[in-house]
């Protein structure tokens, strides 16, 4: 029984591991709907719409109160989809693929990181929502869909090899390398993100690209806010130069053009959901849209990272028979 890493291969292979990639897929997009869900709980000031935890307003169900509902409604995804789907994720790994590193190693990390995102969350309720664990928490869920993307990709393409892929010549042979350190920029990116949200200065630049008026300004808040605006202009433009051999090379395989297409095409929609957010007075939508989109941009930049390392991978073992 094996997953192979040709496109090919994939096509013809033994229809004993489909049922395990729908499962690692189902688990992905589930956290990453948890993911926003959790960005629109922090942009309409939720997290105190259920003040305690594991109730909601002293009782099972929450009141009908717009806040309340979309707390309860991030309680009831994590715990009834998110978690369940986790932990048979985890178990399905050790029982059917327990001699595949790159399956069971995500997989447990991906159960380790599910608990403590659970207990994050009770600790940010239950101490009014102190930044520090706000910003842990949104932390936490980013590296639980990283390790998801790692798993999901594996399952599909099989195990991964360490060395530099045959097609990374030339100018693009440097594609493996940067795009490891653009996804360590994108991750760094959301939590300053994050962190602006904490310090209540996502308001306090009124204008974009400047912050009223000022490139550099001396307010601590306006410092904030604008400090986030460069460290995405640093890491913006890395990432799409190193996006740009993804794609404009023609050794890569298609997948690894696409996907670096679709990468900076979400990253440039970021971009302008940021200044729309500024210039539309910061309506929630934009702001939910926005951490959506860099979201999205984290798992995409990462499938890639893992994808050069799997274009020729060996056959991926396993016990699953059905």
Avoid at 193 to 219: K, R
């Amino acid at each position: 029984m094996v997953i192979a890493g040709s496109g090919q291969a994939l096509a013809s292979n033994s229809r004993s591991h489909t049922w395990f990639r729908g499962l690692s897929l189902a688990t992905l997009i589930s956290v990453f709907g948890l993911v926003i869900l959790g960005g629109v709980v922090r942009v309409t000031g939720s997290g105190l719409g259920c003040p305690e935890w594991p109730t909601c307003d002293g009782g099972l169900l929450p009141p009908l109160e717009s806040k309340a509902i979309i707390e309860f409604s991030h309680r009831i995804v994590a715990s009834l989809l998110v978690g369940p789907l986790i932990i048979a994720t985890c178990v399905a790994a050790w029982i059917f693929y327990r001699r595949e590193i790159w399956l069971v190693g995500p997989a447990t990390v991906a159960l380790v990181l599910v608990i403590a995102q659970a207990l994050l969350g009770g600790a940010t309720v239950l101490n009014e929502l102190p930044g520090g664990t706000v910003m842990a928490h949104l932390t936490v869920g980013e590296a639980l869909l990283g390790s998801l993307v790692v798993m999901t990709v594996v399952a599909y393409r099989g195990p991964l090899q360490l060395q530099t892929p045959s097609w990374a010549v030339g100018k693009v042979g440097r594609f493996p390398t940067l795009s490891a350190v653009s996804a360590v920029g994108i991750f760094a990116l959301l939590i300053s993100g994050s962190y602006l949200t904490i310090t209540g200065s996502t308001g306090a630049c009124l204008e974009w690209p400047l912050c009223n008026g000022d490139a550099f300004p001396e307010h601590r808040l306006q410092m904030i806010h604008m400090a986030h605006r460069y460290v995405a202009l640093v890491v913006g433009l890395f990432v799409l130069y190193t996006l740009h051999l993804g794609f404009r090379g023609r050794t890569q395989p298609l997948e690894i053009r696409v996907l670096s297409m679709t990468a900076a095409a979400l990253f440039l929609g970021q971009v302008m959901a940021g200044a729309g957010t500024v210039w539309a007075d910061f309506p929630e939508e934009l702001r939910a849209l926005h951490l959506a989109l860099a979201t999205a941009i984290w798992g995409t930049v990462a499938a890639l990272v893992v994808l050069t390392r799997s274009s020729e991978p060996r056959p991926l073992s396993g016990t699953a028979n059905g």
